[in-house]
């Protein structure tokens, strides 16, 4: 008789330890209605008549509890009265696979627990041990055998055929029922799989044994139908006699399952920030959705093990498992709030000149959730509208008053812009874009301001590299398809990125190289791509607004010069044909006048020696109005030391390189005095500078400017000058 265990000797399952597949043992431990469908089966197994070995499966999907299940029922037949009790034989493949033959490992397992039962007979242990020999010889891979198990194995060359049909002949007088539990056969490859089922057809299919198979059925049967002439269910329905799919837990004791491991995982959790009204409403109005089978339960808990211990003390417990509920089920979602806090977070009557407006917030957020299916929208907008109560105001048109601001940041709570960081703390930075967060981005399309305010927000966002998010943007639509930009909205995103282009200039995203190139090129660009799915009245239109309204100065000269490019005014860099100009020769014309005018405002206004890229500017403007002009403008910047510094420092190009064993990013300046020829003369002013080089109130950046000036100079009155 096999030892039962004493029940008193059993301690239960510790649910502080929520390790994945980790299978219950005791029916005592039964949180999932499994006990008693386990129960009900060992009597069937123990009781039941059949002529011949008999198959029985249990279907059940990946993280279903189907090991908890054959582990009740082992419990129940260990239970048995002496008469009744099976010998049982358990067998996981999965344990061997990739390593030994399986069709032996099944022999030398049955072999095993066979010979430590007084029931069996010393003669029937010789048989089984002849089986195994036999097996043992036949050629590797057993499934692609010529012969399968018939095969001479001994002296008498008798035939495996032969030794089972004595096996079968032993069995039937003994009388001993044999329980074979197979376990986690989806986890083996197809060709392992085909193996054991040939084994389980063609082999040891002796009068009064029952094979208790546990799978995923769709698995089994997509492996088989790949390796079998025969459809893989209807080879599966040749060797289950009986199959049974595997109970589904209800909610009830999903919930309670869910319960039991959250409190062992946030057992020091600050009982004052454990709401537990607010809990009941987060959970079933929320997270409950996403809870459907053991899986998930295992899923949720395994990942708050991790991440809720490193922020413990900084975050709000009912706050933090939804948010980490989002990673696990909804990551994408997870994704946007931490890339958007400020669509999340805070009030909506805060102000600042990035802070979203409410229609702003609206759209963004009526965008990013409409791509989900509809079963999911109302459960999200529930869960997200209990962590943010900014996101009342989108979809029931009622506000937080302003001082729950303070109560907030009080409670730890996610939506309070200063404690948002701490939820994050164990995000390996992603800086791609995913297709939702474009569309996200591109939901503010249709209004130039807001649009033009998210560009900003992401100039400001650092990534892993040291750039910025606006470059990664930029980068990711050259690719982006042209129908997810709808072509109503092509003049509002020209609009914006005119009137707000010289804010996605950052030193951060200053070319790297001869090889890299910057955002304004980036931009200039998608300009190009956007306005040629206009025609070519409209592009006017279009840019003739946009030019002249915009703020951008640096992006509207270097947009007006790109177009008198491709017309060849300043060499024949490539050969453009007229028809793909996007200006005709009278329209480019009008712009170019309209730039120089926002030229010489800027330069009247003081504004133009603070724009980015000057030299361009410079350059242009000359083309534009002569050389004369510029001269004058420059002269008259310079009269006083200040002005002078300015003008050095803005008009040379930051050169950011790497320099050492480890790569210690510099910031340093280029300078070609070619470029200075056209306005002043550097041996007038190379004295000034000197004298301004020792004075110690000047910054960091003005000193190297000033440095690589002298240096640049001395070089080349040596003849030694930049090439």
Same mark, same amino acid.
């Given at each position: 008789m096999a030892q039962t265990k004493n029940d008193s000797e059993i301690l239960p399952e510790d649910f502080s330890d929520p390790s994945a597949d980790n299978a219950l043992i005791e029916p005592k431990q039964d949180r999932l209605g499994y006990a008693p469908f386990a129960q009900h089966l060992a009597d069937s197994i123990c009781q039941m008549n059949f002529p011949e070995g008999f198959v029985i499966a249990i279907y059940g999907s990946s993280g279903f509890g189907k090991s908890t299940l054959l582990n009740f029922l082992t419990y129940y037949l260990e239970q048995k009265p002496e008469s009744e009790q099976p010998i049982i034989v358990p067998f996981n493949p999965w344990l061997f696979s990739g390593g030994e033959d399986i069709t032996r490992r099944f022999i030398g397992q049955l072999q095993s627990v066979l010979s430590q039962f007084k029931t069996v007979s010393k003669g029937f242990l010789g048989r089984i041990t002849n089986l195994a020999k036999a097996v043992s010889e036949i050629p =590797?891979?057993?499934?692609?055998?010529? +012969?399968?198990?018939?095969?001479?194995?001994?002296?008498?060359? +008798?035939?495996?055929?032969?030794?089972?049909?004595?096996?079968?002949?032993?069995?039937?007088?003994?009388?001993?029922?044999?329980?074979?539990?197979?376990?986690?056969?989806?986890?083996?490859?197809?060709?392992? =799989?085909?193996?054991?089922?040939?084994?389980? +057809?063609? =082999?040891?299919?002796? @009068?009064?044994?029952?094979?208790?198979?546990?799978?995923?059925?769709?698995?089994?049967?997509?492996?088989?139908t790949d390796?079998?002439?025969?459809?893989?269910? @209807?080879?599966?329905?040749?060797?289950?006699?009986?199959?049974?799919?595997?109970?589904?837990?209800?909610?009830?004791?999903?919930? $309670?399952?869910?319960?039991?491991? #959250?409190?062992?995982?946030?057992?020091?959790?600050?009982?004052?920030?454990?709401n537990q009204n607010r809990w009941g409403n987060v959970y079933l109005q929320g997270i409950d959705h996403f809870i459907t089978n053991p899986r998930d339960i295992t899923r949720l808990t395994n990942l708050l093990t991790v991440t809720y211990p490193a922020v413990k003390s900084e975050v709000n417990p009912v706050d933090f498992i939804a948010l980490e509920s989002l990673r696990a089920f909804r990551p994408t979602i997870y994704d946007i709030i931490r890339k958007n806090p400020k669509f999340f977070a805070g009030n909506v009557e805060a102000e600042g000149s990035l802070i979203p407006t409410l229609d702003e917030i609206k759209d963004f957020h009526y965008s990013w959730l409409a791509p989900f299916e509809d079963e999911d929208k109302e459960p999200i907008k529930r869960l997200l509208l209990h962590l943010f109560p900014k996101l009342e105001g989108v979809w029931y048109n009622t506000y937080p008053p302003a001082q729950d601001e303070s109560i907030w940041g009080k409670q730890l709570r996610i939506c309070s812009l200063d404690i948002f960081p701490n939820y994050f703390r164990l995000v390996l930075t992603q800086d791609e874009f995913s297709d939702a967060e474009i569309k996200t981005i591109f939901a503010l399309a249709k209004d130039a301001k807001a649009f033009g305010k998210n560009l900003v927000e992401l100039a400001h966002q650092k990534r892993s590299d040291g750039t910025t998010q606006i470059r990664a943007f930029l980068e990711r639509l050259e690719d982006y398809p042209e129908q997810e930009i709808p072509t109503d909205c092509i003049p509002s995103i020209v609009k914006a990125l005119f009137d707000v282009g010289d804010q996605l200039l950052p030193p951060e995203d200053e070319?790297?190289?001869?090889?890299?190139?910057?955002?304004? =090129?980036?931009?200039?660009?998608?300009? %190009?791509?956007?306005? *040629?799915?206009?025609? !070519?009245?409209?592009?006017?239109?279009?840019?003739?607004?946009?030019?002249?309204?915009?703020?951008?100065?640096?992006?509207?000269?270097?947009?007006?010069?790109?177009?008198?490019?491709?017309?060849?005014?300043?060499?024949? !860099?490539?050969?453009?044909?007229?028809?793909?100009?996007?200006?005709?020769?009278? *329209? #480019?014309?009008?712009?170019?006048?309209?730039?120089? $005018?926002?030229?010489?405002?800027?330069?009247?206004?003081? %504004?133009? #020696?603070?724009?980015?890229?000057?030299?361009?500017?410079? *350059?242009?403007?000359?083309?534009?109005?002569?050389?004369?002009?510029?001269?004058?403008?420059? !002269? $008259?910047?310079?009269?006083?030391?200040?002005?002078?510094?300015?003008?050095?420092?803005?008009?040379?190009?930051?050169?950011?390189?790497?320099?050492?064993?480890?790569? @210690?990013?510099?910031?340093?300046? $280029?300078?070609? #005095?070619?470029?200075?020829?056209?306005?002043?003369?550097?041996?007038?002013?190379?004295?000034?500078?000197?004298?301004?080089?020792?004075?110690?109130?000047?910054?960091?950046?003005? +000193?190297?400017?000033?440095?690589?000036?002298?240096? !640049?100079?001395?070089?080349?009155?040596?003849?030694?000058? %930049?090439?």
């Open positions: =590797i891979p057993y499934a692609q055998a010529s +012969k399968a198990i018939v095969k001479l194995f001994d002296d008498k060359e +008798k035939e495996t055929s032969d030794l089972k049909e004595e096996v079968e002949d032993t069995l039937e007088k003994q009388h001993p029922r044999i329980v074979v539990t197979i376990d986690d056969i989806d986890r083996l490859s197809a060709e392992e =799989i085909s193996q054991l089922f040939y084994l389980i +057809k063609s =082999i040891p299919n002796f @009068t009064n044994v029952v094979y208790l198979l546990v799978f995923d059925q769709e698995v089994v049967i997509k492996t088989l390796k079998q002439p025969l459809p893989g269910d @209807t080879y599966l329905n040749q060797i289950v006699q009986a199959s049974f799919e595997l109970p589904l837990p209800d909610k009830t004791s999903l919930r $309670k399952l869910l319960f039991e491991k #959250l409190n062992g995982i946030l057992t020091d959790a600050p009982k004052p920030l454990l070319p790297h190289g001869m090889f890299d190139f910057g955002n304004d =090129i980036r931009i200039e660009r998608l300009l %190009s791509q956007l306005l *040629h799915r206009i025609d !070519e009245q409209a592009r006017f239109e279009t840019l003739k607004e946009a030019i002249s309204n915009g703020n951008a100065l640096s992006i509207i000269v270097r947009e007006v010069a790109a177009l008198g490019q491709e017309q060849g005014k300043y060499g024949p !860099e490539e050969f453009i044909p007229a028809e793909e100009w996007l200006q005709s020769v009278e *329209h #480019l014309k009008e712009l170019e006048g309209i730039a120089l $005018k926002r030229l010489r405002d800027a330069a009247q206004q003081n %504004s133009l #020696l603070q724009s980015p890229k000057l030299s361009e500017n410079l *350059h242009y403007w000359q083309s534009w109005a002569g050389q004369e002009e510029v001269k004058q403008w420059v !002269e $008259k910047i310079i009269e006083d030391d200040e002005g002078l510094v300015n003008f050095l420092e803005n008009l040379l190009p930051k050169d950011f390189s790497e320099e050492g064993s480890n790569e @210690t990013p510099r910031t340093g300046y $280029k300078l070609d #005095l070619n470029w200075l020829e056209p306005y002043l003369e550097p041996s007038a002013i190379v004295e000034r500078m000197r004298s301004l080089g020792e004075t110690s109130e000047l910054t960091e950046d003005r +000193k190297n400017a000033i440095a690589q000036f002298i240096q !640049e100079y001395e070089m080349h009155q040596q003849g030694q000058g %930049s090439d």
